[in-house]
């Protein structure tokens, strides 16, 4: 497809990033009300976590499938369905009756949040020439910021005065309004093969390496990393993963072409997404135990300040999205990365009582750099990936995303259970109650400070790893051009 013209794009443009801003306010404003959940549904607090597990492992899982699939047969219908999906599932998710059913119904959430998230930026590129690429992404990433600050705020607001019910209806409205505008909006994109080739074998191997990844990740604290249970998973995680690789390696029309490890620049931002993801995700997550638990502070004081590590990328999204344009990808993502950086290292100096300026000038520089860094790596990998590969490759650029993510909120568990018993940490965290003691609470900010401290190395090993990516810019890639795919 060639790239549109006038506002046709612009008007592409906005519905996929709707649709981005729909699917984070979801996940934000989910996270508010867990504790009107809990006491709505008389649930455990088990099962109010899998409401957020089992929507991350779900859209997890389906990104490359997803991705694959809008390859064979296009992407316009499967992403419309995205919307229909989500709003199902949140209508569902809001007459629950039972934390079990509320668990299934934000699965097929994440299905919907699945499509969402993989064929949006595919999309954006088919829509948008190459040299207007970072800027569209930009603007696309935005949709995130804005979601991050309007779903707490509007949470907060709807659970006060309508019910905890109300935070998952509110999506439902717009998420037909999307769907409905998509169908007039989005260009035609009909079936792009005579069969379905898909790679069911390959599907499987993968959904159950990811799948047991992810569960290990999310319940290894719980069930002990050594214990019979996650050795055994860790097993068949292994033996899945070597099966799927070499089902890959011989497959006709594989579910992952795995040619496109063979693009350096590919190669580097799949590592540099990971490790960055692993860096920055569990900021918020630590914080909240840093201010909530450490410092007793109310979850309204956390929220405001936590405003911003989000508010300053309103800004530099656009900037960076424009300067990967100008002068390419390659410095845009690694001055990212080095604020990111400093910006996490500076929160490891955090002090044992309230500052403003020790909490909000560090986010700021991350929020900052974290608008130079995303649009440049997610133009960088849709430039560098072939027009029929593109859904494949942007969903396992998410896929590598949420992994890190998840591999992120799992070392922070580590660090925040080493100064408090598992079940106070989670406590802590849903903004139940503070730690127990004064002991515990210089315990708990000494744990976040650590912990911060670690995850500075992430965006140290990030940067080295993204050194291949200033080769594909001097190869030619800073204009937009497609450098030789081949290391």
């Not at 656009?318 to 300067?323: H, M, S, V």
């Not at 799992?410 to 004064?438: M, Y």
Request: hydrophobic share 55%.
């Amino acid at each position: 497809m060639k790239p549109l013209t006038g506002g046709a794009k612009w008007s592409v443009l906005g519905v996929t990033t709707f649709g981005a801003f729909i699917a984070n306010v979801d996940a934000t404003i989910v996270v508010v009300a867990l504790p009107a959940i809990l006491s709505g549904l008389h649930s455990t607090i088990a099962t109010l976590l899998w409401t957020i597990t089992g929507y991350m492992l779900v859209s997890t899982v389906l990104l490359l499938p997803l991705g694959k699939l809008s390859d064979l047969v296009g992407r316009k219908t499967l992403f419309l369905w995205g919307f229909i999906v989500f709003a199902a599932g949140s209508a569902l998710a809001g007459m629950t009756p039972s934390g079990a059913l509320l668990i299934a119904f934000r699965c097929l959430q994440g299905l919907g949040g699945a499509a969402l998230s993989a064929l949006g930026t595919p999309i954006i590129t088919e829509a948008f020439p190459a040299s207007e690429l970072g800027f569209a992404l930009g603007l696309n990433s935005l949709a995130w910021v804005l979601g991050s600050l309007v779903g707490p705020v509007a949470g907060g607001i709807l659970v006060a005065t309508l019910g905890w019910r109300s935070v998952f209806y509110v999506t439902v409205p717009f998420s037909l309004v999307a769907a409905i505008a998509g169908w007039f909006v989005l260009p035609a994109s009909g079936r792009r093969t005579s069969r379905l080739a898909m790679d069911w074998p390959g599907l499987t191997l993968f959904t159950v390496a990811l799948t047991l990844l992810l569960l290990i990740l999310t319940e290894g604290l719980a069930w002990g990393w050594l214990s019979p249970r996650v050795l055994a998973l860790g097993l068949v995680v292994v033996l899945s993963a070597v099966l799927f690789v070499r089902r890959e390696m011989s497959c006709g029309e594989p579910l992952f072409d795995l040619r496109l490890f063979g693009i350096a620049a590919f190669r580097a931002a799949q590592t540099v997404v990971t490790l960055t993801s692993i860096g920055f995700f569990a900021t918020t997550f630590l914080l909240t135990f840093y201010l909530q638990g450490g410092l007793g502070q109310s979850p309204l004081t956390t929220g405001l300040m936590l405003i911003p590590l989000s508010a300053p990328q309103l800004l530099s999204s656009p900037i960076g999205g424009r300067l990967a344009d100008r002068i390419g990808s390659a410095w845009p993502i690694l001055w990212g990365i080095a604020g990111l950086g400093l910006g996490v290292l500076w929160l490891s100096r955090l002090p044992d009582r309230l500052s403003l300026v020790a909490v909000g000038l560090p986010l700021a520089l991350m929020a900052l750099a974290n608008g130079f860094y995303w649009p440049p790596l997610s133009s960088l990998v849709m430039k560098v990936s072939p027009r029929e590969r593109l859904g494949m490759a942007s969903g396992l650029f998410f896929t590598f995303r949420n992994i890190g993510f998840s591999l992120s909120l799992t070392l922070a568990l580590v660090f925040a259970e080493t100064s408090l018993p598992p079940a106070e940490a989670v406590r802590v965290f849903l903004g139940i109650h503070a730690a127990s003691s004064p002991t515990m609470a210089l315990a708990l900010v000494h744990a976040v400070r650590t912990a911060f401290l670690w995850f500075a190395l992430a965006f140290g090993l990030a940067i080295v790893a993204g050194i291949p990516i200033l080769r594909w810019h001097g190869a030619g890639g800073a204009a937009g051009t497609k450098a030789p795919a081949q290391t």
